[in-house]
C-alpha cells in the first residue's frame, strides 16, 4: 500500500491554523499504514506547529504506523528552523541542532518538573533574550513549569507532552507551545462535577469547563495533583503577556484585560497551551517581599 | 526550630515528593507547639505541588491563623509568594468543604490511575 502524502501549508500559531491542525488531526488520528508529510507548499511553521506536529507523529507511530517528515520538500528557511531546534534530529535525521532564535523542541514521555525548569532556564530565557532581573527569571521559569505539570496531569496520553519554543527579536517576544494528546481538561473537569453535584457531563459545554479550570479555587488538594489554571492565569494576566489554550472544542484566550471563553467549531481531545511573554521587564510586576504570602 | 530549606531541598522547590520531606521535619515540632521557621534563602523555583505537600497538610488540623502565626517563612523569594498563597487557600477549602474534598479526591485518584 503507497503512503499518503499529507501537504502542510504555512501555519503560524493563530487560531485558524491550531484549528487546521486539529482538524488535520481529527482527520488521520485512526489512520494506519504510512503517513508522509510534505513541505513543499510551507514558507513558514510556528513553534506550535512544529510541537503539534511531533505529537501527532509520536501518536501514531505509537500505534504502529510508519511517520515521514519528507526533509527534501523542505523549504530553506524551515529547513534551519527545524534542524536549528532539533526536530530533525529528534525524528532521526542527521541535522545538528545549533544556536539561533529557535528554542529546542523536547518530547517529555514522562513527568520530568527539574528537567523542564532546566530547559526554560537555559534554553528560553538564559540566552540574554529576556532582559530580567534573577527574581523575576525565577518567577516566569516558576509559572511556566506549573503549566508543564498542569498539562501532565490532564494528558494521560502514553506519549506525553512535545513543546517548543521561538524567539521573536524584532517583536521582543518569546513563544512556548505545549501540547499533549490525552483526555483534555473538559473531560476532568466534568467528572468533578458529576461527583459532586450530580451533573450529567454532556449538559457541561467544553468552554464552561475552562471557565471554571480558571477560576480561583478551582483546582489542587494539599496531596499534590490539580486540575486548575488560576495561577498561571493571572501572572499571564498581569505581566502583559497571552495565552491560549485549547481543549476539546472549548477555547480560552487570556490577555491583560482579561480572559475570553468561547466554543469552537473544531474538536481536539487533548490540550493545546500556546504562551506569550515580553522580552522587557518592565511590563512585570512580582509580589512585594513585604507582604505576607498567605 | 529553624529548618534551612535550601540544604535539604537545593534550590529547586517543585516536587511534592520533595515538600513531603520538608514537612516530615518539622510537622512533630508544629504538633508539638512550637514555632517553625522555614529559612528559604538561595532557593529560587517554586511550584504548587510543593507547597500542597509542605504547607497544605497543616490545615487539616490547624486553622490558616494558626499556620500564619507559628509557620514562619524567612527569605522567601518573590516567585513562591504565588503557589505559597495558592496553596494554602485550597487546602482551606479542601478541609473545610467535605462535597468538594470528596469530588476532587475521585477525579483526582482517576486521574492517577489513568496515568
Known amino acids: 500500500m503507497p503512503a499518503k502524502t499529507i501537504q502542510i501549508y504555512r501555519l503560524d500559531d493563530s487560531e485558524p491554523d491550531f484549528s487546521r491542525l486539529f482538524r488535520l488531526w481529527r482527520d488521520y488520528q485512526e489512520f494506519e499504514g504510512e503517513l508522509e508529510f510534505d513541505f513543499s507548499l510551507c514558507p513558514f511553521l510556528g513553534q506550535g506547529a512544529v510541537a503539534f506536529l511531533g505529537g501527532f507523529a509520536r501518536q501514531l507511530e505509537a500505534r504502529g504506523c510508519a511517520v515521514r517528515f519528507l526533509v527534501p520538500t523542505l523549504r530553506q528557511p524551515v529547513r534551519a528552523n527545524l534542524a536549528q531546534n532539533g526536530f530533525l534530529r529528534s525524528f532521526g535525521h542527521a541535522e545538528q541542532p545549533w544556536d539561533g532564535n529557535s528554542i529546542p523542541y523536547r518530547q517529555d514521555a514522562e513527568q520530568d518538573p527539574r528537567g523542564f525548569a532546566n530547559y526554560l532556564e537555559q534554553m528560553w530565557l538564559g540566552k540574554n533574550w529576556v532582559r530580567v532581573s534573577d527574581a523575576l527569571r525565577n518567577a516566569i521559569v516558576s509559572r511556566l513549569s506549573e503549566a508543564y505539570l498542569n498539562v501532565f496531569d490532564h494528558a494521560k496520553s502514553g506519549v506525553g507532552i512535545c513543546s517548543c519554543g521561538q524567539h521573536f527579536p524584532t517583536k521582543h517576544e518569546l513563544k512556548l507551545t505545549l501540547v499533549d494528546f490525552g483526555v483534555g481538561i473538559p473531560s476532568n473537569v466534568r467528572l468533578f462535577f458529576l461527583e459532586q453535584h450530580g451533573i450529567a457531563p454532556e449538559t457541561l459545554p467544553a468552554a464552561a469547563c475552562m471557565e471554571w479550570a480558571f477560576q480561583k479555587g478551582s483546582s489542587t488538594r494539599p496531596g499534590g495533583r490539580g486540575l486548575g489554571l488560576d495561577l498561571l492565569r493571572s501572572f499571564v494576566e498581569v505581566n502583559d503577556g497571552q495565552m491560549e489554550i485549547f481543549s476539546h472544542d472549548g477555547h480560552a484566550k487570556v490577555t491583560k484585560q482579561g480572559v475570553e471563553f468561547r466554543t469552537l467549531p473544531v474538536y481536539f481531545e487533548g490540550t493545546l497551551v500556546n504562551i506569550l511573554l515580553r522580552c522587557d521587564e518592565t511590563h512585570y510586576c512580582l509580589a512585594s517581599e513585604r507582604e505576607h504570602p498567605f | ?115
Open chain 2, 1 to 115: 526550630m529553624n529548618i534551612p530549606v535550601y540544604d535539604l531541598i537545593g534550590d529547586v522547590c517543585m516536587t511534592y515528593e520533595d515538600g513531603a520531606r520538608l514537612q516530615e521535619t518539622f510537622r512533630k515540632a508544629f504538633e508539638g507547639g512550637e514555632t517553625v521557621e522555614l529559612d528559604f534563602a538561595k532557593t529560587r523555583i517554586f511550584v504548587t505541588p510543593f507547597f500542597n505537600a509542605s504547607v497544605g497538610p497543616l490545615l487539616e488540623k490547624f486553622s490558616k491563623d494558626e499556620v500564619r502565626e507559628r509557620l514562619k517563612f524567612l527569605n522567601l523569594p518573590p516567585a513562591a509568594f504565588e503557589p505559597l498563597r495558592h496553596s494554602v487557600e485550597n487546602a482551606e477549602r479542601y478541609y473545610n468543604d467535605p462535597g468538594y474534598r470528596e469530588a476532587l479526591d475521585k477525579v483526582l485518584e482517576h486521574l492517577a490511575e489513568e496515568a
